[in-house]
């Protein structure tokens, strides 16, 4: 079946550092979406992205769309203790039924 | 955050007994969705739910059924649970399911030990 890979799984970095998370799918995708799972919390909607190529961006946070639909990154500029937590990716398949397809996550920790 | 919460929010069980967990949203969604979270696996969908007495099966729904008499409630249950169902179990509303803008919305969860 269609599968969403994330990589890497864990990530250290020291505060000020940068960050990138990259999630590839086997199938090309509707849209992209990005969500933000703080340490016992729940996941919350960060961004979508539609266009093949599309960039978008959220203050630090730059979001990037692969030009062939199947592929995208989240990159966090000079990290803030703030933007620990475990960062999922999901991907709507082109023929959607509405079910998002979620990547395993990647998990920020920040070292002040 | 939307109006979704979640009953209850702790539970621990035994080996063989049925448990059912609630959703319930204020937010008249039509779809709703139950998701298991584990470890190196992310979020994975059980079941959900397109519109009342409509629902349909997600990539681990083995152990699981599900019902849904009105818009605002989504009840998942384990007929016999059993220690591998041992989760975090988060619902989800979306507005639409054939959207391209669609977005999910999260509850806040239930951590269920099966013992």
Redesign the interface.
Known sequence: ?QQVM?IP?YQHVQEGEDFTTYCNSSTTL??I?WYKQRPG?????LI?L?KSGEVKKQKRLTFQFGEAKKNSSLHITATQTTDVGTY?C?G?RSS?????I????TTLQVKP | DAGITQSPRHKVTETGTPVTLRCHQTENHRYMYWYRQDPGHGLRLIHYSYGVKDTDKGEVSDGYSVSRSKTEDFLLTLESATSSQTSVYFCAISDSGRHVTDTQYFGPGTRLTVL
Not at chain 1, 96 to 100: A, F, H, I, M
């Open positions: 079946g994330q799984q509707s849209n979406q919390g729940h996941p919350v909607f979508q539609v999922f999901a709507l959607n039924t509405g079910k998002l979620f990547g395993q996550g």
